[in-house]
């Protein structure tokens, strides 16, 4: 489970701390941001009080304009023992309440000079990305033609030495070996490589090699959306493979379906060539071309137009009689 407290957040986003310096280890333990605003106006019953709080100009000028009293009531509620912290936004003025409740409660006050939807964004995609659910897979990811491919198979068929080739015709290495999956929205799917191994790819043989050292900063990237998944096996001769391509198989990882190719691996296959034309063919599949589709409705009129000419030569041979 990754741990969030609000430091990572002043440290992210070099955020002003006011007030509350000795909470900013609490932990965030949801993306979720609140803005109190019915709060304001005194309704706590449904306060989401484990939430990172956030208060923009609308809130803070409904705040001053209440009576002293009711400011020091309003900054006493909003801070609890497990409110990770207060966010103000537009670098606006900090009521003098509030700076008084976060230090006697310990909750962390932060500043944000940018606009309140600007912070809003930027801290949920940030809260979200760490809180995506997490998986890690034996494989090698490539980015090919744009297209985030995902090369599996068990250890020894291949997939290095082939990611090495796709590295050499110009396209980019993100992990070798494992890679770390991140499911950031509900059919998104981020790998990247682990720290220790970043750059670098294991050929059996010849052993470590940093492929950024070797090829350049433009053939690595740092992370990319797996769209493909490309599962490399030992050629079965007892096996039917897909020939035209309408076969349509899938694979499940968290909770995103990703499609999935199968190729058998045997002597004399350039798996570099193939893997980089599966990855222009899913493209275009996007694109609304599928060269397998055309020649099912190309082949299916020419079976309808040979039996409608069978069917009419019939038709003639019974009148001749």
Not at 219 to 241: A, G, H, M, P, T
Request: hydrophobic share 40%; glycine share 8%.
């Amino acid at each position: 489970m990754v741990k969030v407290r609000t430091q990572d957040l002043l440290d992210q986003f070099k955020l002003e701390l006011i007030a509350g310096k000795d909470g900013v280890h609490r932990e965030i333990f949801m993306s979720e941001i609140s803005r109190p605003g019915i709060e304001m106006t005194g309704y706590f019953k449904y306060y989401p009080k484990d939430r990172l709080q956030l208060l923009g100009k609308t809130e803070l000028s409904y705040y001053f304009d209440l009576e002293s009293s009711e400011r020091t009531d309003r900054a006493l509620r909003l801070c609890t023992d497990i409110t990770p912290g207060i966010v103000i936004t537009r670098g606006l003025e900090v009521p003098e309440e509030l700076v008084n409740a976060c230090n006697e409660s310990g909750v962390p006050l932060l500043r944000s000079p940018f606009k309140t939807t600007r912070v809003i964004s930027r801290l949920t995609n940030f809260l979200e990305a760490k809180f995506a659910p997490f998986t890690a897979v034996h494989g090698v990811l490539v980015d090919i033609y744009g297209i985030g491919v995902l090369i599996t198979g068990q250890s020894g068929v291949g997939k290095s030495e082939t990611a090495l080739e796709l590295v050499k015709r110009g396209h980019r290495l993100v992990a070798d070996d494992s890679v770390e999956i991140r499911q950031e929205d509900y059919d998104r799917l981020i790998g990247t490589s682990p720290p220790l191994i970043e750059h670098l790819l294991e050929i059996r043989g010849l052993g470590i090699i940093n492929v950024m050292t070797l090829f350049g900063a433009g053939s690595v990237r740092s992370y990319k959306k797996i769209s493909l998944i490309i599962n490399l096996e030992s050629w079965d001769q007892k096996r039917e493979y897909d020939r035209l391509g309408l076969e349509e198989e899938t694979l499940k990882i968290i909770d995103v379906d990703v499609p999935k190719i199968t190729l058998p691996v045997r002597p004399g296959r350039n798996l570099a060539v193939i893997i980089e034309v599966a990855a222009m063919n899913f493209r275009l599949k996007r694109m609304g071309v599928n060269a397998a589709e055309e020649f099912s409705e190309r082949l299916t009129t020419m079976i309808k137009q040979e039996k409608t000419g069978l069917e009419t030569k019939v038709d003639l041979d019974i009148d001749i009689d």
